[in-house]
């Protein structure tokens, strides 16, 4: 299949995507943001068009990613501190994508029981340490190596609500709400002080430029709990995160599941986040919510259905791109990408021709 948007030369310009997020005015190209690319996609882009870095080379995974985003367009590379993962209990079965399988199989959260359900759990509990001088590694090497057209988009911060619910499991937390209330307190204090380091240790790159919070928050009709214990355990966390990236002169952008109606006037209002992203057709359009939702107010990331690229022809992915540019690209305040993530269950060539139609837009 040929791609002739992605034949061409484009100039890529961090600047411009930050303009794009800020809403000054209609950009002259289409810019681009995903989450992520699931890597089986990375790689099968690197393969089908000789991208990848010498296997060889100890940086071969980080030099195959930016050759990656530069082939496709995108303006940055999402980077996140070193040592930072938190376990959880989580449950593996074998992955059924047909053409770009995960070897390790998929992983599921336990929605019944985490690794903290009481305070003697708490106290014994590894919490990942983003003070360490080793976190910083994966930052220092993409600053010092990013070509100088791209930036640093900060990854995995802010996960206050999945963290809460996953430390926890679902079902605990959920009675852990009336029977050990101090005990979610103090895990949202820790969630809170880990977050913030970890935003000052970011905020320490200059090339570093925006901030993606990802934070998912509810479900196909609705939130996980209560709006008003929403905003006291996740939003007021996420509020003194978007300020203090806000006093550092960056945009806080937030990917976030789920039905957010309840609370997306408090986003906007209150936490004021910079931008909005993960859309999904049964919930909200994206085209309607730049003609007539909050895509007045703050930038609109994404909004290519997941289930739609999974099950649509080329030509039907191709039009729906050209319509969702034609409505939300005027005036500014609209990056392209899909409705949640790159996955690899999404067939190449049915991402391929997302990204491409972008990159022929208004040629």
């Known amino acids: 299949m040929k791609y002739e948007g992605l034949e061409r030369p484009i100039a890529l310009d961090y600047r411009g995507l930050l303009d794009a997020i800020a809403r000054k005015g209609t950009p002259k190209r289409v810019f681009h943001m995903e ?42 590379v999402r980077v996140s501190l070193d040592g930072m993962a938190v376990p959880m209990h989580k449950a593996t079965v074998a992955d059924t994508a047909t053409a770009l399988q995960r070897a390790g199989g998929r992983t599921y959260q336990d929605e019944h029981t985490g690794p903290i359900t009481n305070w003697e759990e708490f106290e014994r509990f590894e919490w990942p340490d983003p003070a360490r001088a080793e976190a910083t590694e994966s930052l220092e090497w993409y600053s010092k190596h990013l070509p100088e057209d791209m930036c640093i988009v900060a990854g995995s911060i802010g996960h206050f609500c999945e963290f809460l619910t996953w430390l926890t499991g679902y079902e605990t937390f959920c009675y852990a709400l009336y029977d050990q209330r101090d005990l979610l307190e103090a895990i949202t204090d820790k969630l809170l002080d880990i977050y913030r380091t970890s935003l000052e240790r970011y905020l320490e790159f200059d090339r570093l430029k925006i901030v993606f919070a990802s934070d998912d928050m509810g479900f196909k009709t609705g939130l996980l709990f209560s709006a008003e214990e929403m905003k006291h355990f996740v939003l007021e966390p996420h509020k003194m995160l978007a300020e203090a990236t806000h006093a550092a002169g960056r945009p806080y952008l937030l990917h976030s599941c789920g039905n957010l109606a309840e609370i997306m006037d408090y986003l906007v209002t209150e936490v004021r986040i910079d931008g909005k ?14 003609v007539d939702g909050y895509g007045r107010d703050i930038a609109l990331i994404g ?61």
């Open 277 to 290: 992203h993960s859309f999904e057709d049964t919930i909200e359009d994206v085209r309607q919510l730049a």
């Open 35 to 76: 989450l992520f690319q699931d890597t089986e996609i990375m790689y099968a882009i690197a393969e089908r068009f000789s991208l990848a870095a010498d296997r060889a080379d100890p940086h071969y995974h980080d030099k195959t990613y930016i050759a990656v985003q530069r082939f496709c367009g995108f303006d940055y």
């Open 303 to 363: 909004g290519i259905d997941v289930d739609f690229l999974c099950r649509s022809t080329v030509e039907e992915i191709r039009r729906r791109v050209r319509e969702t540019l034609d409505v939300c690209m005027p005036g500014g305040g609209y990056c392209l990408g899909t409705g949640n993530s790159v996955a690899n269950y999404i067939p190449l060539d049915n991402y391929l021709a997302m990204v491409d139609e972008g990159r022929l837009y208004g040629s």
